[in-house]
């Protein structure tokens, strides 16, 4: 009896572990490919036609000026890559795609997928992704 429970007490701490390397690793190769995915379709045209857009946009100039005179030493992250992960964590793949093609298709507002967002998000994570957009603005 004693030898079944130290098997089994065995056995799910490995599957434990692996579970647990199976969610890191996917997260990690889930934002890795979904910045892949946005690099290949943003051709230097289509880059320029957000960073007009972005410079047009008032509520968005707001939020990269905003974002000029954070303290990057205080943000839970600082690259695309940590935001991506961070974000693929807590909205999820799926639903960001959903957003994507939701985006692309119109049928839904800038509105509303900020309020999704914030409503997933903590402020201090908000202000990292200021920060993440400010800096690839600018550079």
């Given at each position: 009896m004693k030898k079944f429970l130290t098997f089994t007490a065995i056995i799910l701490v490995l599957l434990g572990a692996a579970g647990y390397a199976v969610w890191h690793f996917g997260t990690n190769i889930a934002s890795e490919k979904i910045i892949e995915k946005v690099e290949s379709t943003l051709d230097d045209e289509n880059l320029e036609e957000v960073k007009s857009y972005i410079e047009n946009d008032s509520?968005?100039?707001?939020?990269?000026?905003?974002?000029?005179?954070?303290?990057?030493?205080?943000?839970?992250?600082?690259?695309?890559?940590?935001?991506?992960?961070?974000?693929?964590?807590?909205?999820?793949?799926?639903?960001?795609?959903?957003?994507?093609?939701?985006?692309?298709n119109g049928s839904i507002n800038k509105d509303e997928v900020l309020s999704e967002i914030e409503g997933k998000l903590s402020e201090d994570e908000i202000s990292a992704l200021k920060y993440v957009l400010y800096k690839e603005l600018n550079k």
């Open positions: 509520k968005v100039q707001e939020i990269v000026s905003e974002a000029a005179t954070t303290n990057p030493d205080t943000l839970p992250f600082q690259t695309k890559e940590e935001a991506t992960r961070v974000l693929i964590k807590k909205v999820g793949v799926n639903r960001l795609l959903d957003i994507q093609e939701q985006a692309q």
